[in-house]
RNA sequence: GGCGGUAUCGUCUAGAGGCCUAGGACGCGGCCCUCUCAAGGCUGUAACACGGGUUCGAAUCCCGUUACCGCUACCA
């Protein structure tokens, strides 16, 4: 068995969203898994609708992801004189033919037999013409295409994905396969593209299940052999409809943007439209999905990306990842929300990864972290409201439990969990309370926030100067609220 | 309209005739743990689109209906 060769086949009119990004992955791991080459085709033949600025975004995508393509990128612009040159081999060797009826008179006899009920289909009255008086018009300079001449019969292939699937060839019409301006049609263009880079395994969108005839009589008819197809089913948005802007962040870089682990991401997308079966651990690494996939596993039911499995996958990855491979993802947000320089942070590696230690476990996304880290990092805290409120309900009592925590600290014989616990809870006994009634308001003053890591690592990561100075801070607070 | 594809909990899925009074995961609810929030553990909720067959027996096979999606362009 040959190695097989795999493509994915973007259009650059817009960003990788999470459906392209999912066939790309899909190409990228069967390649992986059975050593053979995933290649990448941009097809920039709608000069139109295609952008360098989309090419990059494809390319940035693919990358993020760690999608990395074999041998060079093909655009399929670049050949447009083999198209050509297959679609009129095609002529030559009777499998196609000119046809000299033009765009307008065409959409009038659509119209007219639709008016009349019953779909249009091609009459091949151009087939009738008459061999010289083709070359002489041809010669003439007169616009023509080049139409197919679909072959009686019916056109059918086993689908890794579906099994059997055939078309009756009545119902696909001679179609057009090069334009009068010499430029090939989409089918045409995939099939030569195809050909030429010796394509084993053509796996794309289940949208193209009504192509796959035609492409396969292009084949035949310029007499190569078939490849295999796969075609997989569609990603909806919750409403259960077409993916589109309206779903919110359907293109994989926000996701980027939003804190979402590549893995995370790849591991999510993986399990949309294939399972490899029987009970398993959903959580995967890249290289054990790469030992898993394969076509057997495939779906053929589209599936709705839901963004909080995806958010609770990514939480997954987080704890899981080395933390050496976190904490520069982390440092870098934090330098660019201006919470401090990855010079800061680099310096002081041990106290920044136990930081992180107890922000992961907590956070669904990078910018979670990141928006947990901000009172281990920046000078002051505001003090959240609502927090403020539940907490230091009572101002005077609030006043009074700081203060005396504040002594305790600052007496506290050594800054470490134990002393730490035994000092704070004997605080708590003396004055009848449980420690979450001490710890409540504590937190507020220390973080400013509701919620946080546990008290004795919070005072340990702010360490007692820091934690001191925001005990006497909420206490003059409290003095100014008390009025 | 024609042709093609699809149909298991809200969502992702397991299931390839009896192992299914349908299993797992996300979400949601409860309990435990607990200084808060997470994480973790336990647990509850919830599905075979509908109708006919075939069979001793169907989520699994066949047919029809319905719904959704795609193609039906000198778009890709």
């Known amino acids: 068995m040959t190695p097989p060769r795999l493509r994915f086949a973007p259009s650059p009119t817009g960003y990788l969203h999470v459906g392209g990004a999912r066939t790309a992955l899909f190409n990228w791991l069967y390649a992986r898994r059975h050593g053979g080459q995933f290649l990448l085709r941009v097809e920039d033949t709608d000069k139109a609708r295609s952008t360098d600025a989309s090419t990059r975004a494809i390319f940035e995508g693919l990358e993020w992801l760690g999608l990395r393509w074999d041998e060079e990128v093909v655009y399929q612009g670049a050949s447009a004189a083999r198209h050509r040159a297959d679609a009129e081999r095609m002529v030559a060797n009777d499998h196609a033919y000119r046809c000299f009826c033009t765009a307008a008179d065409l959409d009038f006899r659509r119209k007219l037999a639709e008016a009349n009920e019953g779909a249009f289909k091609y009459d091949r009255r151009c087939d009738e013409l008459d061999r010289a008086d083709v070359a002489r018009r041809v010669a003439a300079g007169e616009p023509n295409v080049i139409r197919f001449r679909v072959p009686e019969g019916s056109t059918g292939w086993t689908d890794l994905v579906h099994g059997e699937i055939s078309f009756p060839n009545k119902d696909i019409e001679d179609f057009v396969v090069l334009r009068s301006d010499g430029t090939p049609i989409y089918n045409m263009a995939v099939t030569s593209d195809d050909i030429a880079m010796r394509i084993t395994l053509v796996m794309r969108g289940d949208d193209h299940i009504s192509n796959t005839p035609k492409q396969i009589m292009i084949y035949r008819a310029l007499g190569e052999a078939l490849p295999q197809f796969a075609h997989l089913p569609m990603i909806h948005g919750n409403d259960g409809k077409k993916l589109s802007k ?196 504590m937190r507020v003053a220390l973080t400013g926030e509701a919620n946080s890591p546990g008290m004795f690592d919070v005072l340990i990561l702010l360490g007692r100067d820091v934690a001191l100075f925001r005990l006497d801070a909420a206490i003059r607070e409290l003095d100014r609220r008390t009025g």
């Open 246 to 441: 309206r779903h919110g962040a359907t293109a994989v870089a926000d996701w980027q943007h939003e804190g979402i682990l590549p893995q995370a991401m790849v591991n999510f997308l993986s399990l949309l439209g294939w399972s490899p079966g029987g009970e398993f651990d959903e959580v995967m690494s890249i290289d054990e999905l790469i030992a898993k996939f394969d076509a057997s596993g495939l779906r053929k039911t589209a599936s709705v990306f839901d963004t909080k499995k995806l958010e609770w996958m990514n939480g997954q990855h987080l704890v899981r990842m080395p933390l050496g491979e976190l904490s520069p993802l982390v440092r870098r947000k934090l330098a660019s929300a201006g919470l401090a320089t990855e010079a800061d942070l680099a310096a002081r590696p041990e106290w920044f990864n136990a930081l992180l230690e107890l922000l992961r476990v907590r956070a669904r996304t990078v910018d979670d972290i990141v928006r947990q880290a901000r009172p281990f990092l920046s000078d002051t805290v505001g003090y959240d409201e609502t927090a403020a409120a539940r907490a230091w309900k009572d101002t005077a009592d609030a006043r009074a439990l700081l203060a005396a925590a504040r002594e305790v600290l600052a007496a506290c014989a050594l800054w470490e969990h134990a002393a730490l616990e035994t000092d704070l809870k004997s605080l708590a006994e003396a004055r009848g309370l449980g420690v979450g009634k001490l710890f409540g308001p």
